[in-house]
């Protein structure tokens, strides 16, 4: 059973940091992308971070560059997203994600989430000012 579980969500004031965990199983890990999303009350969901597992590219949407790191360890089969100077418009629930990788496919899945195939239950992230 494919199960992707997130953690370290919470409540942090503006200007703080949060580093959130996605724990995968069930797929071979290696051969997949996997994306960190986020949805706010009444947005879509948006790309965040993709990171390929066979090489480590990282992608990052223009609105975290500079402050959120993603990274994989790929021997604990976990995906991490460091969020730096955190802002009140960050709020939101966050979302791992999983798809089958293909050179440069950190960049295509940022802005398609409805091509990702495994989906987290999210954590949320709320950040007040």
């Known amino acids: 059973e494919v199960q992707l579980v997130e953690s370290g969500g919470g409540l942090v004031q503006a200007g703080g940091s949060l580093r959130l965990s996605c724990a995968a199983s069930g797929f071979i890990f290696d051969d997949y992308a996997i994306g960190w999303f986020r949805q706010a009350p009444g947005q879509e969901r948006e790309g965040v971070s993709c990171?390929?597992?066979?090489?480590?590219?990282?992608y990052y949407a223009d609105f975290v560059k500079g402050r959120f790191t993603i990274s994989s360890d790929n021997a604990k089969k976990t995906v991490y997203l460091q969020m730096n100077s955190l802002k009140p418009e960050d709020t939101a629930v966050y979302y791992c994600?999983?798809?089958?990788?293909?050179?440069?496919?950190?960049?295509?899945?940022?802005?398609?989430?409805?091509?990702?195939?495994?989906w987290g239950k999210g954590t949320l992230v709320t950040v007040s000012s």
């Open positions: 990171i390929s597992s066979s090489d480590g590219s990282p």
């Open positions: 994600a999983a798809a089958r990788w293909f050179p440069y496919s950190g960049s295509y899945y940022l802005g398609k989430p409805s091509e990702m195939t495994y």
